[in-house]
Nanobody
Framework: QVQLVESGGGLVQAGGSLTLSCAATGSTFSINVNAWYRQPAGKRRELVAS???????NYADSVKGRFTISRDNAKNTVSLQMNSLKPEDTAVYYC?????????WGQGTQVTVSS
């Protein structure tokens, strides 16, 4: 079992920055991939960025060059640094962990970007 808790969401003006953090507890040694997803109101959940246990990263085209995903294995945390935020980045952001056998989700944190 893995438990995920996000923090760091909030309200920011367009062009601003926010950093989201996800703290993992439980069987964290079994995690292969961590990721951040987001779900705007009334829309489907979408992948924002992912990072493998080896450090390989992947980003949605819409956030490339603006967002950076990173992980601290010693602290069992995954972060998403978000710069140059746009109103279209407004969504509930979810932390995700995949062990290869099972996927886990955090409870979500709201990010609102005002124009």
């Amino acid at each position: 079992q893995v438990q995920l808790v996000e923090s760091g969401g909030g309200l920011v003006q367009a062009g601003g920055s926010l950093t989201l953090s996800c703290a993992a507890t439980g069987s964290t040694f079994s995690i292969n991939v961590n990721a951040w997803y987001r779900q705007p109101a009334g829309k489907r959940r979408e992948l924002v960025a992912s990072i493998s246990s080896g450090g390989s990263t992947n980003y949605a085209d819409s956030v490339k060059g603006r967002f950076t995903i990173s992980r601290d294995n010693a602290k069992n945390t995954v972060s998403l640094q978000m710069n140059s935020l746009k109103p279209e980045d407004t969504a509930v952001y979810y932390c995700h962990a995949n062990t290869g056998l099972r996927a886990y989700w955090g409870q979500g944190t709201q990010v609102t970007v005002s124009s």
